[in-house]
């Protein structure tokens, strides 16, 4: 396959300067650099596409940087025969027409020096400098020599890396695989192939994260002949059968002019062709392709007010697709990206859609990062805050890459792991409670925030609120959500770490069903017990992470502790044996003023001491004891039923019924019935429900040695990792 054959973007270009020979230069390299006074022939045409974008840039350093890039490759070539030097020139010219300062194109041209000649990386330090030097150090290779299998990641995390200091290593890495990419056909189709996927899994998605449109749409288009190549002629012949279709486009855009040159805005219109990628994608969407869907109307002016201004004329004037407006300059994508995208359907019905900018935007737009210049070059007048430079091209999505990296010195797991990564095509922005932000890939869940917000200390999340509602961790969470992640008892303490919700401080206080605790000073002082133990996540969290922090921190976790998630055949630890009358219905406790009466606590409510009680008579002598407030007793009221007067004996014993509601996680059920045991209250009864979205409801009914341990108890089950409620049991009792 020829260069040209791999190359279906041409057709797309921008009008401007045409594309050069890239055979005219490797002839005018041969011949070796100009006199000192005037730049070889050979770069004569990255000056004039510098010059256009830097007028006042000074060439002196570019001359220089093309004498020690020709001189240290001569007599190298490339596999279709060209002097080697046309690569890097190649590649330099790639990054001039898009805008790039001339730090970036004087690493460009020395960027395969150290890797492929004899000059090293303090050679280049001493003639060009330190920022030079890192730039050409960060897209150098790693040797197989080396690295062996591992070459390649590595290479990759290396450049990240570099990047994560310098955006501009990534800015010439792209520019280098595009010219790669155009002369790739040289190549086997074997090496073509893995080449190519390559680029789409990693290089292509980076691309589009830091913005470098007019790179990312022609990867996509190289790749796409290679990996597809039928999908790619039958997208050829179908733009070449309708190679007329820009007329309809071509009568839009006049209907735009005339409306705009009406109104007074000044503007320009221009069509934009949609390369082949796009066009494939539109057909498999729309199916039947209209003449307008071959390309896009873009409308450029000076001011972002003149942006709304656009879109309000055409809104007027033709009929807009509400469905197809977005704004991007009020909320911009999180690779800089910013637009109106509309669509409006002309008198013939034909729909077009729209982008309106200004020209700062389109410069964005299609050179991403590298419009920015140098973003190191300190402004004037501005002071770097706490010592550190602002750095704008550093989003969310670079840091948490560099920062899961670290956990990640496993080559094969990080090269699995980026490409998962790059995948996510989409980030969502979430609040925190403290007014923070975090950002996220889209799909992403509470696990994901926790581990973006917490790291390690996630391992003790056990849920969330998310806009004040209490949710699970599998919760996906959406753009604006509010989330606050609760961590139990065992995370380290700090201020942006709020806990599990806890019991009431006072003893003998209750707590409505639903209603949490704050934490208090009893919890320091209390002793150790099963609630100590090592929490962490539960192998159920990986079906919800969507960031390779979070799963990379999850499976570290299970496999450092591979006890904590073996299946429990029976529950693990045997309660404390129950007194010899527990299994009897009556209450010692409580004495009623009946002669000779059975008394029986009544399940709705379970009274304990000291609780207000009353009794009512029922069938067989039996008086069953309720709590005043019970509803219970305004039932038998209603129905003029005599209650009986009931006192606590002086007995302290007392049964009770407890429901835990808690998050579902390793060994729960068995920290529950331990505190319980070691609070020294008899389990009568234990019932667990099936879990319901990651949450799971205990019912306990307990024989308490002395009632006024019951407000302790139900803290010690509030304390244990997971467990976010114990109340006592409020539901409905036949009433005899």
């Known amino acids: 396959m020829s260069a040209e054959a791999v190359n279906p973007g041409a057709h797309s270009r921008r009008r401007g300067r045409p594309r050069i ?35 006042d840039a000074d060439l002196a350093i570019l001359h220089q940087a093309y004498v020690l890039a020709e001189s240290s490759h001569r007599g190298q070539f490339r596999k279709s025969g060209e002097p080697y030097i046309t690569h890097p020139l190649a590649v330099t010219l790639i990054l001039a027409e898009l805008g790039a300062e001339t730090t ?20 280049v330090t001493a003639e060009f400098g330190a920022e030079v030097a890192y730039l050409v150090d960060g897209v150098t290779k790693l040797e197989k020599v080396d690295y062996g299998a591992a070459a390649e990641p590595e290479t990759f995390r290396k450049m990240l890396v570099a990047t994560g200091n310098d955006v501009r290593v990534m800015s010439i890495k792209l520019a280098d695989r595009l010219h790669n990419m155009r002369t790739l056909g040289v190549m086997r189709p074997e090496k073509q192939v893995r080449i190519a996927k390559v680029t789409h899994e990693v290089l292509i998605p980076l691309a589009e994260r830091l913005g470098v449109q007019a790179l990312k749409t022609e990867l996509e288009d190289l790749v796409f002949a290679i990996l597809h190549p039928e999908e790619y002629d039958r997208t050829r012949e179908l733009i070449a059968a309708n190679a007329s279709a820009g007329a309809a486009l071509d009568t839009m855009a006049e209907g735009f002019r005339a409306v705009l040159r009406d109104a007074g805005i000044t503007a320009e219109v221009l069509i934009r062709p949609r390369h082949f990628v796009s066009v494939h994608r539109v057909r498999a969407k729309r199916g039947e392709m209209r003449g307008t869907d071959f390309g896009r109307l873009l409308v450029l002016v000076a001011e972002d007010a003149d942006c709304y201004a656009v879109l309000g004329e055409l809104h007027t004037c033709f009929t807009p697709v509400i469905s197809e407006f977005k704004d991007f300059i009020a909320a911009p994508k999180f690779n800089l990206y910013q637009s109106l995208h509309t669509a409006v359907a002309g008198p013939g019905g034909a729909v077009a859609e729209v982008l309106i900018r200004t020209q700062q935007m389109h410069k964005v737009a299609e050179a991403g990062v590298i419009a920015l210049g140098n973003p190191y070059v300190p402004v004037e007048g501005a002071e770097p805050a706490d010592g550190e430079r602002a750095d704008p091209t550093r989003p969310g999505w670079l840091s948490r890459l560099l920062e899961w990296q670290q956990s990640t010195p496993d080559s094969d797991a990080f090269w699995t792991s980026l490409r998962a990564d790059l995948a996510q095509d989409r980030e969502i922005t979430v609040f925190r409670a403290d007014g923070g932000t975090l950002g996220l890939p889209a799909g992403a869940s509470c696990v994901d925030a926790a581990y973006a917000q917490y790291g390690e200390r996630a391992h003790a999340c056990i849920g969330a609120h998310v806009n004040g509602r209490l949710a699970t961790l599998s ?154 407030q019970c509803p219970a007793v305004s039932r038998m009221k209603a129905r003029e039923r005599a209650p009986v007067v009931v006192r606590w004996d002086d007995a302290a014993g007392c049964r009770v019924t407890l429901v835990a509601e808690s998050f579902g996680r390793p060994r729960l059920l068995a920290d529950l019935t331990e505190v319980i045991a070691i609070k020294g209250a008899a389990i009568v009864s234990a019932t667990v429900e099936p879990p319901s979205e990651q949450r799971v409801r205990h019912t306990y009914t307990l024989q308490l040695p002395d009632a006024a341990g019951l407000p302790a108890l139900m803290r010690a089950m509030r304390d244990v990792p997971g467990v976010y409620d114990v109340s006592r049991t409020q539901h409905p009792a036949a009433t005899g």
């Open 21 to 55: 020979d890239l055979r005219r230069l490797g002839r005018a390299a041969l011949l070796g650099p100009a006199g000192r006074d005037r730049l070889p022939d050979a770069i004569g045409h990255v000056a004039e596409a510098h010059r256009a974008h830097h007028p």
């Open 104 to 123: 970036t194109l004087t690493a460009s041209l020395l960027h395969d020096t150290v890797e492929d000649t004899e000059v090293t990386l303090d050679q």
């Open 475 to 628: 919760t996906v969470l959406s753009d604006g959500d509010t989330v606050q992640l609760l961590l139990a008892r065992d995370a380290d303490d700090a201020p942006d770490a709020p806990h599990a919700p806890a019991a009431p401080a006072e003893p003998g206080a209750e707590t409505a069903p639903g209603a949490h605790r704050t934490p208090g000073a009893r919890d320091a002082q209390r002793p150790p017990g099963p609630q100590d133990a090592v929490s962490g996540p539960a192998p159920g969290w990986l079906d919800h992470a969507r960031t390779p922090a979070a799963r990379i921190a999850i499976t570290a976790w299970l496999q450092a502790h591979p006890e904590e998630t073996r299946p429990a055949a029976t529950a693990p630890r045997r309660p404390a044996p129950a007194p010899p009358d527990a299994g009897l219905p009556t209450a010692a406790c409580a004495v009623a003023g009946l002669p000779d009466a059975t008394v029986r606590l009544a399940g709705c409510c379970t009274p304990v001491p000291p609780d207000a009680v009353t009794g009512f008579a029922v069938r067989g002598g039996v008086v069953t004891v309720h709590r005043e």
